[in-house]
């Protein structure tokens, strides 16, 4: 069974910096494409940014475009989201989660585990 633990939320002010991480275990981590989803009070999950096994591709919302950055170390069984300038409406859980394929996907239904969530909060 995978297991997905995210770490690194946190209450930063407007235009800092965060990095998330999720630790991947019960399962060959390099089989599985990674993704960053997110929900805000009142709102439906959303998706954030996705990569590949390799971490040759990514893809990301039009939203954090130019923001965030998604990566994956192999080796670490980790994939984590750089996220620099934070704005207010980027205040949400963030979720990872883990699909057992090789592409990118911005489909919440294409992932078969997910993690409990990191709360991030970005205040104006």
């Known amino acids: 069974q995978v297991q997905l633990v995210e770490s690194g939320g946190g209450l930063v002010q407007a235009g800092a910096s965060l990095r998330l991480a999720c630790a991947f275990s019960?399962?060959?981590?390099?089989?599985?494409?990674m993704a960053w989803f997110r929900q805000a009070p009142g709102n439906e999950r959303e998706f954030v940014a996705s990569?590949?096994?390799?971490?040759?591709?990514?893809f990301y919302a039009d939203s954090v475009k130019g923001r965030f950055t998604i990566s994956r170390d192999n080796r670490k069984n980790t994939v984590y989201l750089q996220m620099n300038s934070l704005q207010p409406e980027d205040t949400a859980v963030y979720y990872c989660?883990?699909?057992?394929?090789?592409?990118?996907?911005?489909?919440?239904?294409?992932?078969?585990?997910w993690g409990q969530g990191t709360q991030v909060t970005v205040s104006s």
């Open positions: 019960g399962r060959s981590f390099s089989s599985y494409a």
């Open positions: 989660a883990a699909a057992f394929r090789t592409v990118c996907s911005g489909y919440g239904p294409d992932y078969d585990y």
């Open positions: 990569i590949s096994v390799s971490g040759a591709n990514t």
